[in-house]
C-alpha cells in the first residue's frame, strides 16, 4: 500500500490541476491541509459513499470553502458520485464542483461554506442537533444517534466575529462530539497575519471552555493521528486541534507564502511540484493503488449495515420511538398536522382577541408546540420580548440536552447560522427571534438559509417605529424591503391573530427556503373575515374589504398599518368614494399566485393605489405604479411613545385620506 504521504499527495495534486485547469480558485489550503485530511478520512471518520445521506454518517464541514477542491478531492477519492471529468469541470457552470462547497450541487457536500466563519457555525449546529436527538431518543444500549462533526477552518474563519459567538456557546453547551481542525498556517490573502492577526488561540478557545491541543504539526501523520485520539478521548467538551501547516505544501517556490492562496500555481510551478512531492502521474491521473487505498465504499457500507441492524433492534423494542425518529429525520409532519391546524385557526377567526402580533406568535407557539417535538426555538437574548417562549420550553444545557429551547445570548448572527446548521443536520425545525433591526447583525446567515433552501423560521419582532422610545438605533425601515428582495425568502408581515397563525403555519408547512415573520410590539385589533377571506390568507394578499360596486380606489396594506387603511376606507367611503382594501400579509406569496388571482385583487384597471406601510417607501411602487401613492418611510424614525411617532411620520386616518385625494 502506498505511504500515508503519497496518499495525501493525490489531494495536492488533483487539486493543482483542476486549480490550474479552471485558470481560478485557491489550491495553498488543500495542499497545506491533505495530510491532515488523509488521516481523518481513512481513519476516523464514518460515512458510506454510496449513501451520503446515511443518518449516522459523521458530518465534516469544510469551513474555509475556498479551499474546495481539498472536500472535492476526498469525495472523488473515497468513492462518491463525484468522477475526473467532474473535477476538471471544477468552476464552471452547471457542474457538480462549484468554485466554494455548495449544498445540492455535490454528494457528500454538508452545507454551502465560503462566507468564512459560517461553516464552523453550522458545525456548531449539527453538533448542537447530534447531542440533542441522542439525549431524545438513544435508550439503554441503542444508541441510535451517535456520531462526529468534524470541521476544517483557517485563521480567516477565526478573524470573522462570528466564530467567537458559536464557538463560545458550544464551549457552554458541552458539545463534545465536536472536533475543529485549526490550519494554523499564518497566511491569509493580505500575507503573513502577524501583521493584523495576534490572537492567542490557544487560551482565546481555552477561556470558552473547549478542549485544546496545541501545536500539532499538521504534515506529521503520527502527530494529527494522536491528537484525534484525544480529541475523541474528551466526551464533554468539544476540542481544537491547532496543526502548524505549510500553505501550498509542496509547492517549491509558492509553498508558505500568499502567493499559493488564491490562484493558479502555474505550468511551471506545478511541474516543480510533482517532482518535489514524488508524484509522477499525469494530470488528473490517479493510479489504482491510491484509488484502492482511499476508498471507503466497503468500510461505509459495513458501517451502515452495522447502524441498521442496530436500529432494526431498537424499532423491536421501542417501535412508537423509532418510528417518530424516521418521521423527523424524513422531515415530514404529524400525519394530523393540517386538519389540526387548520381548525385552530378558523377557531381563533371566531374568536376575535387584540393583541399584540409578537404576544399572537406566542399563542400560536402554545398550540403549534405539542403537535410538533421537532420544534426547536430560542432567541438572542429577548426572548422576553420576542415571546419565543411557550408554556412546554425546557431549556438545553451542557448536562441535559432534551430540551427545546436554546437560549443563544446576545448571537444574533451566530444564532441564524447554528439554525442552519441544525436544519442540516435533520430532526428539527429550528426557529430563532431577535428585533427586526437586529436582523442586520445576522443578514448573510439569513440569506444562506435562502440560498440553501433551508426551512428555518426566523421571528422577527418590534417590526417599525411603533417600537418607540428607544429611537431610531432600534427602528427598523429597511430591513422589510431587504428580507423581500432575498430570492427564496418568504417574508410575512401579520396584521392580527389570524394573519399570525397562518403565517406560523405556512412558515411550518414550507420545505423548499426560510420564512420570517415579522411581529409588532403594539396591540392590534382583529379583522372580521368570511370563509373565503380566511382562506385567502394563505395566498398572501387579499381583498379584506370592498366596496359594493368597482373599486376606484384601492388601498394596500400589511401588519398595523391595515388598521389604518380600514379606518381610512370608511371615511373615503362615506364620501362617496368606491374603495377596497388589501391586506398583503406575505408580499412574495401574493407574487406567486397565478395572474387571474392577482388581477382579481389588484385589477389593472384601477389605477389610483395607495400603499400604507411603515417600512421603506420605495419598495411599494411595484404595487401602486408610478401613479399610486405611498404612505411610507423615507427617512429614519425618531425617539417617542408610537402614538407621536405615527402621527409624526403621517400615518393618521386623516393624512391617509388626503393623500387619497391626491391620487
Not at 454538508?110 to 441522542?134: H, R
Not at 497575519?193 to 503520527?222: L, M
Not at 404576544?359 to 426555538?377: F, R, T, W, Y
Not at 435533520?426 to 439569513?446: H, Q, S
Request: aromatic share 8%.
Amino acid at each position: 500500500m502506498p505511504d500515508r504521504r503519497h496518499l495525501a499527495n493525490a489531494i495536492r495534486a488533483l487539486s493543482m490541476d483542476a486549480v490550474q485547469q479552471a485558470k481560478s480558485g485557491h489550491p495553498g489550503a488543500p495542499m497545506g491541509m491533505a495530510d491532515i485530511a488523509e488521516v481523518l478520512w481513512r481513519d476516523y471518520l464514518v460515512h458510506n459513499p454510496m449513501n451520503p445521506d446515511w443518518l449516522n454518517r459523521d458530518r465534516f464541514v469544510l469551513s474555509n470553502g475556498h479551499g474546495s477542491m481539498l472536500i472535492y478531492s476526498l469525495l472523488h477519492l473515497t468513492g462518491y458520485d463525484l468522477s475526473i471529468d467532474d473535477l476538471k469541470a471544477f468552476r464552471q457552470l452547471n457542474s457538480k464542483t462549484p468554485g466554494h462547497p455548495e449544498l445540492g450541487y455535490t454528494p457528500g457536500v454538508e452545507t454551502t461554506t465560503g462566507p468564512l466563519g459560517q461553516g464552523i457555525a453550522n458545525a456548531v449546529g449539527m453538533a448542537l442537533a447530534e447531542k440533542s436527538l441522542a439525549a431524545q431518543f438513544n435508550r439503554d444500549t441503542f444508541d441510535i444517534v451517535d456520531h462526529y462533526t468534524y470541521t476544517f477552518l483557517g485563521d480567516g474563519c477565526l478573524m470573522e466575529g462570528i466564530s467567537h459567538e458559536v464557538c463560545s456557546l458550544a464551549g457552554t453547551l458541552g458539545l463534545g462530539k465536536l472536533i475543529a481542525f485549526y490550519d494554523d498556517n499564518g497566511i491569509s490573502i493580505d500575507g503573513n497575519v502577524q501583521g493584523w492577526f495576534t490572537d492567542d488561540t490557544v487560551q482565546r478557545f481555552e477561556s470558552y471552555g473547549w478542549h485544546v491541543i496545541a501545536n500539532v504539526d499538521g504534515h506529521d501523520a503520527d502527530a494529527v493521528k494522536q491528537a484525534i485520539e484525544a480529541a475523541r478521548a474528551e466526551t464533554t467538551r468539544p476540542t481544537l486541534i491547532c496543526c502548524k501547516t505549510i500553505i501550498g505544501f509542496g509547492s517549491p517556490n509558492k509553498q508558505g507564502s500568499e502567493t499559493s492562496h488564491g490562484a493558479p500555481l502555474g505550468d511551471d510551478e506545478i511541474a516543480l511540484a510533482r517532482k518535489q512531492l514524488g508524484w509522477e502521474h499525469p494530470a488528473f491521473e490517479i493510479p489504482n493503488d491510491v484509488l484502492n487505498a482511499w476508498s471507503a465504499k466497503a468500510a461505509g457500507a459495513k458501517q451502515e449495515e452495522q447502524w441498521n441492524s442496530l436500529f432494526a433492534s431498537y424499532k423491536t423494542a421501542y417501535p412508537e420511538l423509532a418510528a417518530e425518529f424516521e418521521r423527523r429525520m424524513a422531515g415530514e409532519l404529524p400525519a394530523n398536522w393540517r386538519a389540526d391546524s387548520d381548525k385552530w385557526i378558523e377557531e381563533l377567526q371566531a374568536n376575535p382577541a387584540n393583541v399584540a402580533t409578537r404576544k399572537a406568535s406566542q399563542d400560536a407557539l402554545n398550540v403549534i408546540g405539542p403537535m410538533l417535538p421537532e420544534l426547536l426555538g430560542g432567541s438572542a437574548d429577548l426572548a422576553g420580548s420576542n415571546l419565543t417562549l411557550w408554556k412546554n420550553s425546557k431549556a438545553i444545557t451542557s448536562d441535559n440536552a432534551s430540551g427545546n429551547y436554546i437560549f443563544y445570548g446576545v448571537r444574533e448572527f451566530g444564532m441564524s447560522a447554528i439554525m442552519n446548521g441544525l436544519m442540516l443536520h435533520g430532526g428539527f425545525r429550528p426557529y430563532g427571534a431577535t428585533f427586526l433591526m437586529f436582523m442586520e447583525y445576522a443578514r448573510n446567515a439569513v440569506r444562506m438559509s435562502a440560498l440553501m433552501k433551508l426551512p428555518v423560521m426566523y421571528v422577527y419582532t418590534h417590526d417599525s417605529i411603533g417600537l418607540g422610545e428607544d429611537g431610531p438605533t432600534h427602528q427598523p425601515v429597511e430591513q422589510l424591503a431587504s428580507l423581500r428582495a432575498t430570492p427564496n425568502m418568504q417574508t410575512w408581515r401579520p396584521c392580527d391573530q389570524v394573519e399570525s397563525a397562518v403565517a406560523w403555519q405556512a412558515a411550518v408547512e414550507r420545505t423548499d427556503g426560510p420564512s420570517s415573520l415579522i411581529f409588532t410590539r403594539q396591540g392590534l385589533p382583529q379583522m372580521a373575515r368570511t370563509p373565503e377571506q380566511l382562506e385567502n390568507v394563505r395566498r398572501g394578499g387579499y381583498i379584506l374589504k370592498d366596496s359594493a360596486e368597482t373599486p376606484s380606489l384601492i388601498l394596500i396594506a400589511t401588519g398595523s398599518e391595515v388598521e389604518l387603511a380600514m379606518a381610512a376606507a370608511e371615511q373615503l367611503s362615506a364620501k362617496g368614494e368606491k374603495v377596497r382594501v388589501v391586506s398583503m400579509p406575505s408580499t412574495c406569496v401574493f407574487d406567486s399566485q397565478d395572474q387571474d388571482y392577482q388581477e382579481a385583487v389588484l385589477p389593472k384597471a384601477v389605477r389610483r393605489r395607495v400603499a400604507i406601510e411603515a417600512a421603506t417607501a420605495d419598495f411599494w411602487h411595484k404595487y401602486v405604479g408610478l401613479d399610486g401613492k405611498v404612505l411610507g418611510m423615507t427617512t429614519f424614525g425618531e425617539s417617542a411613545p408610537a402614538d407621536e411617532l405615527f402621527k409624526h411620520f403621517g400615518f393618521t386616518v386623516e393624512n391617509l385620506v388626503a393623500l387619497a385625494g391626491t391620487v
